[in-house]
């Protein structure tokens, strides 16, 4: 029972299944058959054999539909067999394996995140990022440049941008199933992947359905620049959770949440290095939520305060899923300091041969003290927009030259110079796309300014 029948094996071409982890495993025709007779004794059959003749059917299905070469997901699979299922009139059963697939939807939807989530790699997320971007012409160079050529680069803004503010909603409403519970919604992810903007449009998601909310910028909080760490070199790690006032966060989000009293939040100058003597003044009302960003929000230190169910934990990393010219898909770190090289130009009068330098002691505290936690969140959200590498062209080709010399004669430098000559072997293979259209809301304009909301 529940071998393939020879007479059937020329049918027999489908090897490989996309699992719903996003995980690549070899094909089981079993697993359709269990599932066809599972269902069909919710409604009083028992005949196995006619269940494996169905899972004949839909194995020939899967065949003729789809190429060998290709896997085939779960979902298409199960949708296979609801429409053999009907098709032989066996409409009670299949009226049940409806049932069951959509209860078993149900309650993934609760766990999908932390399910998906192996050797803290989002696996499913970037299968969906990656066939959207096949889907809109834009998952390798060589098919942006193409789009850009054919005119199309303001329709892939648009259609990029629109699912980018959908993942917005999805995420409101996840909030709003625990809206009885929540205290303090946590962005979390690594430098530049788009934290504070999408904190923010949460926050104006969440107003939409009724609920305000209190937004508080955990840079706020970096220690004055006398009192930073320092690497062994003598330079400062602003990377690090040490470089927060641990102490004064949780000392604000206990008297903020627990005991509902006004607290005095400090203003950092970035320029400076310090905080701004004036403070704002703030106090959650019974009707608001506390929203952070942070790029170490799921670091435990940060809000040890409070207790565990009072917070909703969002996690945010730009899941870039484009393939260079060689055929690699480009880093999600070398998006993000492409980002964060523009954005600090232009406004924290940082150069970007510095955050090309400084761009280890990044990593470094995202390996330590952020990715460990990516298991640890309630929702992992894709922060990188499909066409934003070939906006970089505009802003950085033209230094990017003489970073890549200076750091090709420093020896104590060379990680810097291959990271250097990385991006800008893929910067040069790019087209330039249209900043104009790029809309003023977009989280792009958090790194190339232009921006409607105020940083």
Known sequence: MGKFPPELSEYHKISKVIKRSGKIVSFDRNKITDSIFRAALEVGGENRERAERLTDEV?????????????????????????????NGHYRTAKAYILYRAEHARLREHKEMQIQIDDNVPYKVLWRVYTWNVDHGCDTVENLNRTINEGKFARLVGDAEQAYHQEIERVAERILERRDKIRLIIVAGPSCSGKTTTTTKIGEALKNH????SLVNVDNYFLPLDQ?????????DFETPQALDLRLINEHLYRLVIKREEIQMP??????????????????????????????GLYPEMTVSLPQG?????????LCQIKNAGGEFVRWADLRMLRRMVRDSWNRAYNPEKTVGHWHYVRRSEKTHIVPFINKADYVFNGALPYELSIYKKFLSSCLPAIVEKYELDSRKTDAFIRARRVYELLKSLKEGDVSVIPHNSLLREFIGGSSYKY
Do not use: M
């Not at 009724?210 to 909310?213: E, L, P, R, W």
């Open 210 to 213: 009724g609920i305000v909310f």
């Open 59 to 87: 194995v020939k299905l899967i065949n003729n539909t789809y190429h060998p070469d290709s896997p085939v997901t779960i979902e298409d699979i199960q949708d296979l067999v609801e429409k053999v299922l009907v098709e």
């Open 310 to 318: 009072t917070k909703f934990k969002f996690y945010i990393e730009a």
């Open 267 to 296: 203003c950092y100058d970035f320029k400076t290095g310090g905080r701004k003597k004036e403070t704002v003044s703030l106090r959650l009302k019974n009707n608001e939520i506390l929203l952070i960003d942070s790029l170490h």
């Open 228 to 236: 930073q760490p320092k690497d062994e070199y003598g330079d400062y």
